[in-house]
């Protein structure tokens, strides 16, 4: 029991802690390029199935990293279930090949490959599509609840205290959020793109302008949050128009509102494509009752208030004032879309972590058909003295008070 105590640990670490935000392994892939594959040790693979050769008894495992590897399966090879968060084994399910489908988690045992591309497993273990899939709704489900989300307005190095700035249809209200030893603090990492990619981080590496999302309780008026876990990061928000879309490479191109540059935008598997809906159908989701925060996708409203829900009048599990449309909500809400449905010509939004190539975005959420919104944030901008051009739409979206970077887990 040591023994497998022992393995699990190791993957519960590389596989199951990722999972607490419903990502892969946080910041595999940067630390790839520059040391070689985390997910390969000389005695393991760590993947998702990509496809499973019966006939042969091979997988291919995909690693975080992109790396492809060939597992070997035999007779002997054992085969275990665990369910996401568990920490050992003794939860664990005895399975068979048989019980193996693509997209499922599986950490493989054995002597890898001098190239790295084979492994003749003497044992797997196996975190289901399904089981993965089933932990990050109830994770989406209680960050809806629990969960704040806002930019940062002012830091408090002497009391550690964050002020977060947080804005719906009903107005601004400042959130001060006190951060103790016991605040599980993460940042996302440039060109990072998944939730579950944040790292470790510290109060000292927070800025002003930081996007930053928490889970925990917010006090009765609405002024006072205190966090268990806190996700920042920096993020660069832009409009455009498409240019040109290629799905076999996952970019596209656009035409930045604001200073009428070009910018690529690549679009990878775990970014997160939303399409707004036409200005129509928008009318009659601000009509709702309650303010309009139900689920354009269909689903019940959110009991939380993600997007600063003390601005709609009270605590995160109150009810929204009238007329406290929730914007991020609903954006977080709204059914998904694929590149191929983007289309040349129309208006998106998309944001990014800050990276190295200010020409060259990796989308982590991308909105298209954006044309409604920003026209409905310009519409709430301050008015300008006579004589003075309109505001520009997407010139107010670092202002706006949605935020497109933090995703939920």
Request: aromatic fraction near 4%.
């Amino acid at each position: 029991m040591m023994r497998k105590n022992f393995v699990l640990s190791i993957f519960t670490l590389l596989i199951t802690a990722s999972f607490v935000f419903g990502q892969a392994a946080a910041g595999a892939a940067p630390a790839a390029q520059q040391t070689g594959d985390q997910s390969i040790t000389p005695n393991r693979v760590i993947g998702e199935v990509k496809a499973i050769d019966s006939q042969s008894k091979q997988l291919i495992v995909k690693t975080d990293a992109g790396s492809l590897v060939t597992a070997t399966l035999s007779d002997t090879t054992q085969y275990m279930r665990v369910a996401p968060g568990e920490t050992t084994l003794t939860n664990a399910t005895k399975i068979t090949f048989a019980d193996l489908a693509e997209g499922d988690r599986v950490m493989a045992m054995g002597k890898v490959s001098d190239d790295k591309k084979a492994i003749p497993a003497r044992a797997v273990v196996v975190m289901t599509k399904a089981d993965i899939a089933k932990k990050q709704e109830t994770e989406r489900a209680e960050w809806r609840r629990r969960g704040i989300l806002g930019v940062v307005s002012a830091l408090n190095p002497a009391t550690k205290e964050i002020t977060i700035s947080s804005r719906s249809m009903a107005g601004v209200q400042s959130v001060i959020i006190p951060v103790s030893d016991k605040v599980e603090l993460r940042r996302y990492a440039p060109d990072s793109i998944k939730f579950g990619d944040a790292k470790t981080s510290t109060f000292g590496e927070l800025q002003v302008g930081d996007q930053l999302r928490a889970l925990g309780e917010r006090a009765p008026d609405g002024t006072k949050f205190t966090p268990e876990k806190i996700v920042t990061g920096a993020f660069r928000t832009v409009a455009g128009t498409v240019t040109a879309v290629d799905v076999a490479t996952g970019e596209l191109k656009i035409t930045e509102t604001e200073k009428k540059v070009p910018l690529t935008i690549v679009v990878k598997q775990d970014a997160v494509l939303r399409r707004f809906p036409p200005a129509g159908e928008m009318g009659g989701m601000m009509m709702r009752p309650g303010g309009g925060g139900g689920n354009p996708a269909g689903g019940p409203p959110a009991s939380g208030a993600p997007a600063g829900g003390a601005a709609q009048g009270g605590p995160g599990n109150g009810p929204r004032r009238a007329g406290g449309f929730n914007i991020q909500d609903m954006l977080e809400r709204l059914p998904t879309v694929s590149l191929a449905d983007v289309k040349v010509g129309e208006m998106i939004v998309v944001s990014s972590t800050k990276g190295a190539d200010p020409t060259r975005l990796t989308a982590i959420s991308l909105l298209s058909g954006a044309e409604p919104l920003l026209a409905m944030i310009a519409a709430r901008q301050p008015q300008q003295p006579s004589g003075q051009s309109a505001p520009n739409p997407a010139g107010g979206l670092g202002n706006s008070g949605i935020q497109f970077g933090i995703g939920l887990p």
